[in-house]
C-alpha cells in the first residue's frame, strides 16, 4: 500500500481519483477567492488600493484634509460677509457718533439683519457650499440663528427708544407711540409691514407642526415669506437707517439679491423638473 500510495503521487492529475481532483480545485477556488477579498473594498469606493491587496488610507486622509479646508473657508467667508465687512461698513461711516449705549444697539441691529440674510446661504438650496457639511448640523444652526436673532428684531422699536430712559427730552413712551403712528414715511410704513412679516415668520416656524401644511408647502411658504420679509426691511434699513451709506446699502442689496436668486432658482428647477416629468 504504501509503494501505491507513493507511485499515485507521481501520476499526473489526470489520473487522479475525482474526489482528490475535487479536493484539489478547492483549494485553489479558495486561494484566488482570498487573493480577490481585497476587492469589495475598493469596489465600495473607499480608498485607493491600486491593486495591491493593501489599504491605502492616504486618498482617504488628504480627502478628509480636503474637506476640513473647504468648512474652514466656509466659516471664515462667513464670518467675513456676516460680520466684519457690515461692521466695517458701519465704523467706516460718517455718521456722527453718538453715547456708546446707541451705538451697540445700532451694531446689534446691524448684525442682527445680516444674519437674517445669512439664512438665505444656510437652506439647502446653497448645496455648493454647504455638501462638505452635515445637513443637521447646519439646520441647528439654522434654527438658532433664526430664532435669536428674530427675537431681537422684534424688540426693535423698543430698543430704539430705551435710550431715551436715560436722557432728558421726549417721554419714551411717547416717542414709541410717534413712531408707530407716523404713516407719511415709507420707511416707517416698511419698517411696520416688515415687523408683521418677521412676527409671522417666528410663529409659523415655532408651530410648523400644528400648522396642517405638508413639509413641501411649507418650505415654499417659509422661503417666500422670508423674501417678502428682506424686500421690506431692506427698504427701511437703507431709507430710514443712521448707518446706511451709499457702501452698506450697496452691500445689502447685493448679498440680499444673491440670497433670494439662490432660493427662487431651487424653486424653479425643481418645478420645472416635476414639469418634464409630468410631460
Not at 245 to 258: D, E, F, K, L, P
Request: charged content about 15%.
Amino acid at each position: 500500500m504504501h509503494r501505491l500510495r507513493d507511485v499515485c503521487k507521481h501520476l499526473p492529475n489526470r489520473c487522479l481519483s475525482p474526489r482528490s481532483k475535487i479536493r484539489k480545485s478547492g483549494n485553489k477556488v479558495s486561494g484566488r477567492l482570498s487573493d480577490l477579498s481585497f476587492m469589495s473594498n475598493v469596489l465600495s469606493g473607499r480608498c485607493n488600493h491600486h491593486f495591491t491587496g493593501e489599504v491605502d488610507t492616504s486618498s482617504c486622509f488628504m480627502g478628509v484634509i480636503m474637506e476640513n479646508t473647504i468648512k474652514k473657508y466656509n466659516i471664515i467667508a462667513a464670518i467675513m460677509a456676516i460680520v466684519i465687512f457690515p461692521i466695517l461698513f458701519w465704523a467706516l461711516g460718517d455718521a456722527p457718533k453718538r453715547t456708546w449705549l446707541k451705538e451697540a444697539i445700532s451694531i446689534l441691529t446691524i448684525l442682527a439683519y445680516f444674519m437674517m440674510l445669512g439664512q438665505f446661504f444656510l437652506a439647502r438650496s446653497n448645496h455648493f457650499m454647504l455638501k462638505a457639511h452635515k445637513m443637521n448640523r447646519v439646520l441647528k444652526l439654522h434654527k438658532f440663528i433664526g430664532y435669536l436673532f428674530v427675537l431681537i428684531l422684534l424688540i426693535h422699536p423698543l430698543l430704539i427708544v430705551f435710550p431715551r430712559y436715560f436722557e432728558a427730552g421726549v417721554d419714551p413712551v411717547e416717542a414709541f407711540i410717534t413712531i408707530l403712528s407716523t404713516y407719511d414715511s415709507i420707511g416707517v410704513l416698511f419698517g411696520i409691514i416688515a415687523w408683521c412679516l418677521m412676527l409671522i415668520l417666528g410663529i409659523t416656524s415655532l408651530f410648523r407642526n400644528k400648522i396642517g401644511l405638508s413639509y413641501k408647502n411649507w418650505k415654499i411658504f417659509h422661503g417666500l415669506l422670508s423674501i417678502a420679509f428682506i424686500i421690506f426691511a431692506s427698504w427701511h434699513a437703507i431709507d430710514l437707517g443712521r448707518h446706511t451709506n451709499i457702501w452698506m446699502s450697496v452691500y445689502m442689496i447685493i448679498i440680499g439679491g444673491i440670497g433670494i436668486i439662490l432660493l427662487l432658482s431651487t424653486y424653479f428647477s425643481k418645478s420645472l423638473k416635476e414639469g418634464e416629468t409630468n410631460d
